[in-house]
């Protein structure tokens, strides 16, 4: 047999065995970055409010199940001739009585179903945490004004609060009379967490 026949390479059973971890360790990294990839490109998960309910005729919250709640308080003082209502809004990650430390509000929407009625967030006060935050206008068919707030920060099971100036408000019978919706995205912090594009049902105001 030649010198040529001989000259192969042979591997090693350490060889071998550091091959084969190497392999298992680029799969196990493109694994997840698919999963990743996936989970980024799901679109967030819709949900609506299980209930609407009122405490007294200024104060509203809408319940989302195991998620949190979001409330609405008028603060409407001489609405029949001013016309304008502010209205305290918060959206509270507890659920049950326990707080989800894993989720966190990305923005908050509130929307009025009325025609002719404008919207301002108020600065400087009712604001919490205090600090500035990109604000949306904009109005849904059939002329329904609503504002995004975008919260600036990702801080798990923080309760954003704002107070919302509404205008031209729709007085019935010589009382102020809102119909409210509200919507938040709230994201769960988690490794993989999703997305949760939060709605309420109706929530009905009047000043006393």
Same mark, same amino acid.
């Given at each position: 047999?030649?010198?040529?026949?001989?000259?192969?390479? $042979? $591997? &090693?059973?350490?060889?071998?065995?550091?091959? $084969? +971890?190497?392999?298992a360790a680029v799969v196990l990294v493109a694994a997840v970055l698919v999963g990743v990839s996936a989970v980024e490109t799901v679109a967030p998960l819709s949900v609506v409010s299980e209930s609407v309910t009122n405490q007294g005729s200024q104060v509203a919250y809408a319940t989302f199940h195991d998620i949190g709640n979001y409330y609405v308080?008028? %603060?409407?003082?001489?609405?029949?001739a001013t016309r304008m209502c502010p209205v305290l809004v918060s959206m509270s990650l507890t659920a049950d009585g326990m707080l989800h430390d894993s989720l966190y509000t990305r923005s908050l929407t509130f929307k009025v179903n009325a025609p002719g009625t404008t919207l301002a967030v108020e600065v400087d006060t009712y604001s919490?945490?205090?600090?500035? #935050?990109?604000? !949306? +206008?904009?109005?849904? %068919?059939?002329?329904?004004? #609503?504002?995004?707030?975008?919260?600036?920060?990702?801080?798990?099971?923080?309760?954003?609060?704002?107070?919302?100036?509404?205008?031209?408000?729709?007085?019935?019978? &010589?009382?102020? !009379?809102?119909?409210?919706? &509200?919507?938040? %995205?709230?994201?769960d912090s988690h490794f993989l967490g999703r997305t949760y594009d939060l709605t309420s049902g109706v929530m009905q105001l009047t000043d006393y």
């Open positions: 047999m030649s010198g040529f026949e001989n000259s192969g390479v $042979k $591997k &090693g059973p350490r060889q071998v065995f550091g091959l $084969k +971890y190497l392999v308080h008028a %603060q409407c003082t001489n609405v029949n919490s945490p205090a600090t500035s #935050y990109p604000v !949306a +206008y904009g109005v849904d %068919q059939p002329l329904s004004p #609503y504002v995004t707030i975008t919260t600036p920060s990702n801080a798990p099971s923080v309760t954003w609060t704002f107070m919302i100036i509404v205008r031209n408000a729709p007085v019935v019978d &010589g009382r102020m !009379a809102l119909q409210i919706i &509200g919507r938040t %995205q709230v994201v």
